[in-house]
């Protein structure tokens, strides 16, 4: 049989994609995005607290901050997912019963913040060790200079690296399976799978890869514009366009407050 021809047919099935779409919407999306935000968010967290011990002069939270992030960069994803989800399994049947997103997402979250807090680290490095002692030559703590100087400009130097691993994360979301997931929590690649398997056509793993690239490239992009909006600020108005709002100085329309 013609390449081609083969490739076309198992991949390209429009009628496995259609008969596999409402279920990739109501049930597969809406779980890919629960774990991958949530999973995200705990991530981005604990990623701040290892960059902040990474980088602290005390070496009890310098070296185990390095012991972890060393740990969970080298192992694969599937095996920590497999160590959190199934070594902690009991535990999670007596708190939430036999749901595995929990685990899922505890396992997403601990690979995510070693990465993340490596990307954190290195852009607080980044920022010139002036600005630290100028800002406590103004009288700013340590702590203060560093959550209201450093950290913002760090984290703003590494957005599009930070972007990139929540990507990174949305499609490890898919390793999640190895847990074992009842038909309403299977994500977008579970999904595939099952209707690959049912139909003998790999039509909707495709599917799902492309629900995979509508969520991450358009994310993408967004990034890419706000970094720019970051590192080069506003357009400049036409002198014509300048009202008398944007010359007033700042504080000036809440008067003297006399």
């Known amino acids: 049989m013609d390449p081609l021809r083969t490739l076309w047919e198992t991949f390209f099935d429009w009628e496995s994609m259609r008969e596999?779409?409402?279920?990739?919407?109501?049930?597969?999306?809406?779980?890919t995005l629960i774990l991958a935000v949530s999973a995200a968010l705990l991530g981005s967290v604990l990623g701040m607290l290892l960059a902040i011990a990474g980088i602290s002069r005390t070496r009890w939270l310098r070296w185990p901050a390095r012991v972890y992030t060393d740990v969970f960069r080298g192992l694969p994803a599937a095996a920590t997912i497999l160590l959190i989800g199934v070594g902690l399994a009991p535990l999670g049947m007596q708190v939430w019963?036999?749901?595995?997103?929990?685990?899922?997402?505890?396992?997403?979250?601990?690979?995510?913040?070693?990465?993340?807090?490596?990307i954190f680290r290195s852009g607080i490095q980044s920022v010139e060790a002036a600005q630290l002692e100028g800002a406590r030559a103004l009288g700013f703590s340590w702590g203060e200079a560093m959550r209201m100087v450093i950290i913002p400009q760090g984290v703003r130097r590494v957005l599009p690296a930070w972007v990139n691993q929540l990507i990174a994360l949305?499609?490890?979301?898919?390793?999640?399976?190895?847990?074992?997931?009842?038909a309403s929590q299977r994500e977008l690649f579970r999904i595939g799978q099952d209707y690959a398997a049912t139909t003998g056509n790999e039509s909707a793993l495709?599917?799902?890869?492309?629900?995979?690239?509508?969520?991450?490239?358009?994310?993408?992009?967004?990034?890419?514009?706000?970094?720019?909006?970051?590192?080069?600020?506003?357009?400049?108005?036409?002198?014509?366009?300048?009202?008398?709002?944007?010359?007033?100085?700042?504080?000036?329309?809440?008067?003297?407050?006399r």
């Open 97 to 118: 019963g036999p749901n595995p997103y929990p685990l899922g997402i505890l396992a997403l979250s601990l690979i995510a913040a070693a990465y993340i807090g490596e």
């Open 170 to 182: 949305i499609k490890d979301s898919s390793l999640v399976y190895f847990l074992g997931l009842v």
């Open 206 to 257: 495709l599917l799902a890869g492309l629900f995979y690239l509508a969520l991450t490239v358009p994310l993408t992009h967004v990034v890419n514009a706000i970094d720019a909006r970051l590192r080069h600020g506003r357009a400049a108005k036409p002198a014509d366009e300048i009202d008398d709002a944007d010359l007033a100085l700042p504080g000036a329309a809440g008067g003297s407050g």
């Open 20 to 31: 596999a779409l409402p279920e990739m919407l109501t049930v597969g999306l809406p779980n």
